[in-house]
């Protein structure tokens, strides 16, 4: 803080400032933080959706409104003041309007050739193949490289494979978040990631979904090595309900149909909403599907139940709950097991789902539970196994068992 400046005021009156600057500053902290974790929700919907260009769009559409609202503010005060004549305002506003237009322009194609140089060295590779061989065939698989070079699996299956990832966050260099782990999951299956806060379970989903690289190791889909393929494509085929789902200002059915790049009627948005117990709900509010979801609206748990349903719509090859049941209550948390449950045992809907939840009752009856503790894998089996092992999983239920008693 600042020294006391003995000339210009009182000790007291000096201190009684100083207490109000430091409750202002953390005051400032506080909003300051609550804003970045929603962004950073926001940020991590919207790349696991790959909807960037879409919401690219719509921030260049209001930032053009907010430069007109300014330029006929500035402008009309100008003309008020006899500074301006009004064509030459309107000459202003149009050239402003063309000049934004061009910059736009610019910046995106600059950003599709960046792109395209990175991806050039794969389109080369493609175009020495023969016709034929650009449609690879690797097992059973047929492979197509798209434009930006990386591979489309004709069907996804769902298998992942860790081998070996070690992984530290960018800003944190020298805290290894993941040493040497190894994983596999079978294409169906449906796994549960527990261990304590700051284990390293979201770091697992974070990796899946490509947001950040491996330090070392690799990580394969279907045997494919993940950087190699396409990833749009690749996010298209996974549903992710985040931990803390970012719900967009609009209606509740674009909501539910965010991200879904096929073409959509109001039956699938209500099959998608009714498979995750969300329907009724929706239902009962004043404009059902069309209304407008705000801040105050709507609980955690029906916050969830609308994620799930979007993720549910998507028809993904592998759906990802990341403690997607820690801001349920009861009921809910019943309700989406129900949907874990239909899922997992309806052949037309089976698909590979990896959970992190914090409540182990939801995840007692999932096909494997993988117990991770400071970045390793240290027991994997399922509910009974582990329990019968005596280590971290069963200290773990025990301790909720205790804690609900
Ligand atoms: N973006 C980030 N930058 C730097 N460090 C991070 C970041 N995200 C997580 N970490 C750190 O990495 C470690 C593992 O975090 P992670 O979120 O994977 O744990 P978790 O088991 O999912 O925790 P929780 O159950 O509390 O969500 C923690 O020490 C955390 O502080």
Not at 186 to 198: F, K, Q, R
Not at 210 to 219: K, V
Request: aromatic residues 8%; neutral net charge.
């Amino acid at each position: 803080m600042f020294d006391y400046p003995p000339v210009l005021l009182k000790p007291a009156v000096f201190h009684r400032y100083q207490k109000k600057a430091a409750k202002l500053t953390q005051e400032f902290n506080a909003c300051a933080n609550e804003v970045a974790q929603e962004s950073l929700s926001m940020m991590r919907t919207v790349r696991a959706f790959g909807t960037e260009h879409k919401e690219l769009g719509r921030q260049y559409f209001l930032s053009i409104i907010c430069s007109y609202v300014i330029a006929v503010l500035l402008g009309g005060m100008s003309i008020l003041t006899g500074h301006v004549s009004s064509e030459q305002l309107l000459t202003y506003v149009l050239y402003c309007e063309w000049l934004i237009y061009a910059t736009w322009r610019v910046v995106d194609n600059l950003s599709s050739l960046l792109r395209s140089i990175g991806a050039s060295e794969k389109v080369f590779q493609s175009m020495d193949l023969l016709p034929s061989n650009q449609f690879l065939s690797k097992g059973k698989q047929c492979l197509v490289i798209s434009w930006t070079g990386g591979v489309k699996l004709q069907r996804l299956m769902g298998h992942i494979q860790f081998v070996n990832v070690s992984f530290h966050y960018p800003s944190r260099a020298t805290v290894p978040v993941l040493d040497h782990a190894c994983l596999t999951v079978e294409a169906n299956e449906v796994v549960a990631i527990v261990g304590l806060s700051g284990s390293g379970k979201s770091t697992f989903v974070n990796l899946l979904l490509r947001l950040y690289e491996p330090i070392s190791g690799q990580i394969l889909i279907d045997g494919f090595p993940l950087k190699e393929l396409d990833i749009r494509w690749l996010r298209e085929k996974i549903g992710f309900v985040g931990q803390e789902p970012h719900l967009f200002h609009m209606d509740i059915k674009s909501n539910v149909m965010y991200g879904c790049p096929r073409d959509l009627k109001q039956e699938d948005v209500e099959w998608a909403a009714k498979q995750a117990y969300a329907h009724e709900f929706i239902l009962s509010l004043p404009h059902g599907y069309e209304t407008l979801v705000d801040d105050d609206l709507l609980s955690g748990g029906q916050k969830q139940r609308i994620a799930i349903a979007r993720a549910i719509l998507r028809d993904p090859a592998i759906l990802i709950l990341d403690e997607a049941t820690s801001a349920l209550d009861s009921e809910s948390e019943h309700y989406v097991r129900g949907v874990l449950h239909s899922l997992r045992n309806d052949n037309e809907t089976k698909r590979t789902i990896i959970i992190i939840a914090h409540r182990l009752s939801t995840i007692k009856d999932v096909d494997r539970i993988v117990v991770i503790d400071g970045g390793q894998i240290v027991e994997i089996g399922n509910h009974r196994e582990l329990l019968h092992k005596n280590g971290l999983y069963a200290r773990l239920v025990k301790a909720q068992t205790e804690s609900w008693d």
